[in-house]
């Protein structure tokens, strides 16, 4: 599967990263196709694409704030968990965004 999304906190640093981290190597892992765009302090970093949205099965927003161009993502299958969410159990997450499909 192809799956992307965002992940972003109120400071846009620590939480938002390891929770990019952990997103990619779990998704990786299980054999996915995954690319995650931060949010935060900084702007956007790792933007995603207008192709890379398109293409992907399930998007996954892990944040704790409203998602920076949110109208991108319009007509795709969104599973939104708190920022804190991947880095606890990205397993759980990436499996219960597969569910919705």
């Known amino acids: 599967m192809k799956i992307v999304g965002v992940t ?3 400071t846009g640093v620590a939480h938002t990263n390891m929770a ?3 997103l ?3 998704g990786e892992k299980l054999g996915h196709t995954i690319k ?3 949010q ?3 702007g956007i970093q790792n933007r995603l694409t207008k192709q ?3 293409e992907a099965d399930v998007v ?3 944040v704790e704030q409203k998602v920076r161009e949110e109208e991108r993502f319009a007509g795709k299958v969104i ?3 708190p920022v804190a969410a991947p880095i606890k159990n990205g397993v759980k997450v990436i499996e219960d965004a597969l569910a919705l499909l």
């Open 79 to 81: 599973h939104k968990v």
């Open 8 to 10: 972003a906190c109120p």
């Open 36 to 38: 995650i765009e931060k």
């Open 20 to 22: 990019a981290k952990a």
């Open 40 to 42: 935060g302090a900084l």
């Open 24 to 26: 990619v190597k779990t």
């Open 52 to 54: 890379e949205i398109e």
């Open 60 to 62: 996954i927003f892990a």
